[in-house]
């Protein structure tokens, strides 16, 4: 019984760490998104300032 226990603990804690690996892999993708937006935005919003002060 004490060997089923053990087994189950280790299989517990390599899920756990199976688990923080994919919230890593998740936040990793979500700054790349935000990234390639925030400079996509970027340069769209200096574009209109641009025009807008051209245009003044």
Sequence with gaps: MDMIR???VKGDEFAR???MTE???ILAAVAV???LG???MGTTIGNLL???DTKL
Excluded: M
């Design 6 to 8: 053990k087994l189950y």
């Design 17 to 19: 760490g199976q688990t």
């Design 23 to 25: 919230y890593a892999l």
């Design 33 to 35: 998104v935000v990234f």
């Design 38 to 40: 925030y400079q996509t």
């Design 50 to 52: 641009t025009n807008v």
